[in-house]
Each structure stands twice: as C-alpha cells, then as structure tokens.
C-alpha cells in the first residue's frame, strides 16, 4: 500500500521532534533533557544542490562546495551530490574531501563512482593535451571519432571541417581497418554535418562499411554522449578523437564523462601555436562542467522539502538510526 507523501513527511517530523527532545519510545530509557533553541532555520537539499551547481557554472568553486557540504548533511547518499562534491573538490585541490567523497559513494552507488573518476581523471588527461597533427598508432578495440564544424548555409562543409575529415583520412590511413565515427547534426538544405562528411571520406577511398554517422548531435556534450552510445553497442569503450586545435581539450574532457576512455587525439593546425602549453588549474573549471554535463548528473534538483538545520546531536541509538532513514527516504524519493 503507498503511503500519502503527507504522512511521510509528518512522520518524518514526527520522528525527528522525537530524537531532539528525547521522548520515549517503546521501551527505551528516557534520556537527559535536550536543551534547544529552535530557530527558523531549514535546509532544503534541492535548493542547495541548484545553487551548487549555479555557483559551478559561474567559476564559484567554493561557494559551491559549501552548498553541496550543508546539503549532504541531510541526504548524504545523494549519489549525484556525492559525485559533484568529489568532481569539484579535486578542482579545488581538496584531495581529502575529494577521496572521502568517492570512498563514500562507492559505497552508496559503483557506477556513480566510475563516472566521477572518468571525469577526474579525464579532465586532468584532457588539460595535458598539446594539440598536434601527427596520426596515432592504434591497437585492440580503438575507433576514430571525428567531430563535426558548422556547415555552410548552402550545406557544404566549411573550411575548418574539411581540415578536420583531411585529419581524420590520414588517421584512418595510419589505423588501417579501425572503425570511424563521424559526428555531428545541425542540417543546412537537408545535409547533416555527419552526412557531408562520410560522403567525402567515401569519395577519398574510405571503405563505408568502416564508417558509423552519428548524424543528431548539436554539441559537443551530445556529440560525446551520442556516440559512446554507439560504440559502447559495438563493445568499443576506447577512442582517437579528431578535431581543431581549439576544441580537442574540451571533446576529450566531455567524452571522459560520457564514459569513453581517450587514447590518441589527432588535430587540424588550425592555430596550432596558440595550444602549446597545458590548461592550468582555474582554465580546467569550464572542461569540467561541461564533463558533468555529458555524464548526464543533473544540473537541477527538485526544491521544496525543507527540515530543521543545525539539529542536535542525540548520539547512536535506534531514534536516530530510524528517523535518518525516512528522512533520507524522502528526499531520495523512496516510496514506502
């Protein structure tokens, strides 16, 4: 039988005025007195993980530590608060709070825990990136993925991704019989950027049985997430990407955190020189969103569900142990 959310909640309330004033329960012994000063103050874990993630978007790293911590101290296996405090506090250097983040929530979800380290690591991996044009030796399972550049309003490639399908054939030539993907939307005149350009790729004398076109992507998080949904059905978790000098950091770090594992990248010279030094610590803040956006953590929570702040610690014991769970429950969504 479902229980009202009403009820819930009024339990839940019920149960957390019980452990502050030490009222009895069934047989247990009624405890010392519990002086509190009650204050109006709530916390609502939603409102704080959405100003986490604002305070992210716009650089504030600290304030939005600050957030997600208050938060987790209400829901704290909220796995996708879990994942943003260890993601962002190895952007703030905090390899305590980062390691303590993971360690917990391996524990409360696995495969959260392995999306947070591919994006941490993947972010640390895509930063070192010094664009080049030379082709890479493949080995194993390895696909080419070459992305996508506008295409002009007449649905011809423009300069720039020529130069990027000109990149990936000599990768292709060097990787001879390793799958491509070609990815990328935004149709000009019924042309989608993937079509124009596994139609040139056929035409420089590449087998089409070796190309996939991903042809919905509109950015770079969705050319990431698109397709290792593809690949992954092939069985194919690891990569050469193929892009402009200016983007590569930023495609490494998005397919990282859509759970595909960076092994060459491969670049037009677009601007080659402007490239040639690793991003430092405060340039990885805008990778790294982007990251959590291809790993698909949600950007927003559900607000409203507010409960009394700076609670009173009441020690071990059953009251405790019972009201943590609904009040967990309820903020997760559980249906009892």
């Given at each position: 039988m479902k229980t009202p959310r009403r009820f819930k909640i009024v339990a839940a309330s019920a149960i957390a005025v019980a452990a502050i004033g030490g009222t009895v329960v069934d047989t247990l012994p009624q405890t010392s007195t519990v002086s509190?000063?009650?204050?109006?103050?709530?916390?609502?874990?939603g409102k704080l993980?959405?100003?986490?993630?604002?305070k992210f978007a716009a650089g504030d790293v600290t304030g939005g530590l600050t957030d997600l911590s208050t938060a987790l101290r209400v829901v704290a296996n909220d796995a996708d608060a879990l994942a943003l405090q260890a993601i962002w506090a190895d952007q703030a250097d905090d390899a305590k709070t980062r390691d303590a983040a993971l360690t917990r929530l391996s524990g409360v979800n696995s495969a959260a825990a392995t999306t947070a380290r591919n994006i941490i690591d993947g972010v640390t991996a895509a930063a070192a990136i010094i664009p080049d044009t030379t082709p890479k030796a493949v080995s194993g399972r390895t696909a080419i993925v070459v992305l996508g550049y506008g295409l002009t309003a007449n649905g011809k490639m423009a300069p720039e991704l020529v130069k990027r399908v000109t990149a990936g054939k000599e990768q292709a030539d060097v990787a001879a019989?390793?799958?491509?993907?070609?990815?990328?939307?935004?149709p000009k005149k019924g042309v989608t950027e993937a079509a124009a350009m596994r139609n040139w790729l056929v035409g420089k004398g590449i087998?089409?049985?070796?190309?996939?076109a991903e042809d919905k992507s509109t950015?770079?998080?969705?050319?990431?997430?698109n397709t290792a949904t593809l690949l992954k059905l092939q069985g194919i978790t690891d990569v050469v990407l193929?892009?402009?000098p200016d983007h590569i950091r930023r495609a490494a770090a998005d397919f990282a955190g859509a759970g595909l594992k960076v092994t060459g990248t491969l670049t037009t010279a677009?601007?080659?020189?402007?490239y040639s030094k690793a991003l430092t610590k405060d340039q990885q803040k805008g990778i790294r969103l982007e990251s959590t956006r291809a790993a698909k953590i949600p950007?927003?929570?559900?607000?409203?569900?507010?409960l009394p702040g700076s609670l009173p610690d009441t020690g071990p014991g059953l009251i405790t142990e019972i009201g943590g769970k609904i009040l967990e429950g309820l903020m997760t969504g559980s249906k009892g």
């Open positions: 509190v000063t009650h204050t109006a103050d709530t916390v609502d874990a993980y959405n100003s986490a993630q604002k019989g390793a799958p491509i993907v070609v990815t990328g939307g935004a087998a089409a049985s070796r190309i996939t950015s770079t998080v969705s050319n990431a997430q193929v892009t402009s677009t601007n080659l020189s402007k950007v927003t929570k559900t607000e409203g569900i507010q």
